[in-house]
């Protein structure tokens, strides 16, 4: 009833649920119990880092970022609140991929071979090329993930998915990072990464090349993940008029959110940086 009140007449909604307008009034002048209380501020801080998620975290990472800001709880009673208060996640699409054929080109061999783990930073990459829809036009996104941290270490952005595309995108993770020689490179067999240009900077710094086998994306998981989660948590939620316009949300959510905020279930509900910076 409360919940209704600048809806419906009080007299009416006693009425209707067998109440009696004495019995509400005596319940409204009653004071909260301390329980009450306590779910009133957990709700409130729940609700704070809801926004502060972007409207992403469901009951799990809210939970985590509970114990993380030191508010003790429970992980039951943080899902019943949210579930009550009609607070969720934004509701994902559906996952699906679809395999293309490609002309034969030069490849590697597929050396990661679905092992989507790293002992360390900068021992394993992974990179790949999505699109996104703006009303310019396509607007194409090239990075460079470690599979240690899942960190975004390189990136780049164009209209057309040309070799340069993929080539910043790794000089970015190059700069960034300093690998030394021996890190292992994956990709998908695109013309962008079977490139000369792209193998020649790949040797000089000792980086050993991986690449998918044909038609199976799912070589790159972890890739196609990020994406997936880059698409559901931010594009699929705007309408771009431009092309740069795609450009400022998708580099404020990779440096501003994911790298630095974003809690990841596969690091302990820690961010990428937070991840790195425990085993510094």
Known sequence: MEAHRGEFRIGTMCEVLGVSRSGYYAWRRRPRSEREEGNARLLATIRRLYAESRGIYGSPRIYAALLEHGVACGRHRVAR??????IRSKTKRRFRYIATKRDEMPSAPNRLARRFTAKAPD???AADITIVKTAEGWLHLA???DLFSRRVVGWAMSATPTQTLALEA?????ANRSPMPGLLHHSDRGGQYASASYQELLDEYGIVCSMSRPANCLDNAVVESFFHTLKTELVYHQLYRT?????RAIFEYVE?????TRLHSTLDYRSPEAYESSVA
């Not at 790794?170 to 190059?174: D, E, K, R, Y």
């Open 170 to 174: 790794l000089q970015m993770a190059l």
């Open 243 to 247: 092309r740069e316009e795609a450009r």
């Open 256 to 260: 501003g959110f994911y790298n630095r």
């Open 123 to 125: 021992r394993v990459w």
């Open 81 to 86: 609140l949210m579930r009550e208060e009609g």
């Open 143 to 145: 990075v460079v993930l």
